[in-house]
């Protein structure tokens, strides 16, 4: 079975419907108890196709007593500290000591591999428009996230070189069905929920006239037309880690994990209204003050190499399902 550490979490619940379609069998690790994501069949957690298990990742103890209770084969490590819960020395603490325990878990249950994830966070300051795995990286970070990862990438190639199977997965901006109704980083989210939830109170009317006249979602955020980012839909971030899991030989210890390009709010609010008609969200025009000077994308190269992944979902694509996600009741 494969361990998921944040099995019931946003990118955890697709990495196991992922690995599930591919066949495997998982264990969804939390520090929550509660039942399965919804993307997880009845069938399957009844069959024990998907397993949730109450987990500390901090606890030794906690984490090796689901290997007592399962043979686990591989572990993808997404389980982290919720981001502002804490002081930011409490948070660094809190990951690297999850990661050290699951990694000393991993050398105890002889694992394939051991998948951790990372972030596009970490290139902050390297000079884009194609973010490639092998870029110097500078010490410093501007948030506890890359920060938090920076140490993770250094324990995990440490343990690398004493034997264990670890793979680094930087992940990209990840949206979609379980995801924040609105992300700090960028528009997509709150620009898809505004949307549907305006097309649903107007009858398809779409933006509330006080919002298109700002250039802002209902929530108050503006976006600009021009700003973009490295965007992967939920579904292919989690097909792309359950294939770093599985994939027999992997050529290097690193992988970029994202679409691939560039996306900017422009083409988002072209999609939303291409799906949901009337309700294409007004934009500032131009790019915000914060915009960098080039937008940077993951080069992700060696992913599609060396486990034939290639993005599924296309924008107009992506939006359907996410808006069709939505419509159908489920809050985020």
């Known amino acids: 079975m494969i361990l998921v550490t944040g099995g019931r979490g946003f990118i955890g619940a697709h990495t196991v419907r992922a690995l599930l379609d591919l066949g495997e069998h998982c264990v969804l690790g939390q520090r929550a108890a509660g039942p399965p994501p919804a993307l997880v069949d009845e069938r399957e957690a009844r069959d024990g196709r998907a397993v949730v298990e109450q987990v500390d990742c901090t606890d030794l103890g906690s984490v090796l007593a689901v290997g007592r209770r399962h043979r686990v084969t591989g572990i993808v490590h997404l389980a982290a500290a919720r981001m502002g819960a804490s002081e930011p020395l409490d948070e660094l603490s809190a990951n690297a000591a999850g990661l050290f325990t699951v990694l000393r878990a991993a050398r105890e249950w002889g694992v394939g591999r051991v998948v951790v994830a990372s972030t596009i966070g970490l290139y902050a300051g390297v000079a884009g428009p194609a973010l490639r795995e092998d870029a110097p990286l500078p010490l410093a970070s501007p948030h506890p996230i890359p920060a938090s990862k920076k140490i993770a990438e250094v324990v995990a190639d440490v343990a690398a070189s004493s034997g264990l199977d670890v793979v680094a997965a930087r992940i990209g901006a990840i949206w979609g069905p379980l995801g924040r109704p609105s992300s700090p980083f960028f528009a997509a989210p709150r620009l898809v929920h505004a949307a549907v939830r305006d097309a649903a109170a107007d009858g398809d009317a779409g933006t509330s006239p006080a919002a298109a006249e700002a250039g802002r979602t209902d929530e108050g955020t503006p976006s600009y037309a021009g700003d973009a980012i490295d965007m992967c839909y939920a579904r292919d971030c989690g097909?792309?880690?359950?294939?770093?899991?599985?994939?027999?030989?992997?050529?290097?210890?690193?992988?970029?994990?994202?679409?691939?390009?560039?996306?900017?709010?422009?083409?988002?609010?072209?999609?939303?209204?291409?799906?949901?008609p009337g309700s294409a969200p007004a934009l500032l025009p131009g790019r915000s003050p914060a915009a960098p000077a080039v937008d940077a994308c993951l080069d992700i190269t060696r992913l599609r190499e060396d486990t034939g992944y290639a993005p599924a979902y296309e924008l107009d694509r992506a939006v359907a399902d996410y808006v069709g996600w939505l419509r159908a009741g489920n809050p985020r």
Do not use: C, S
């Not at 599985?246 to 939303?272: D, F, K, P, S």
């Open 239 to 276: 097909r792309a880690l359950a294939l770093l899991q599985t994939t027999t030989t992997l050529r290097h210890r690193t992988y970029n994990v994202g679409g691939g390009r560039a996306v900017a709010n422009q083409e988002v609010a072209a999609a939303i209204g291409r799906v949901v």
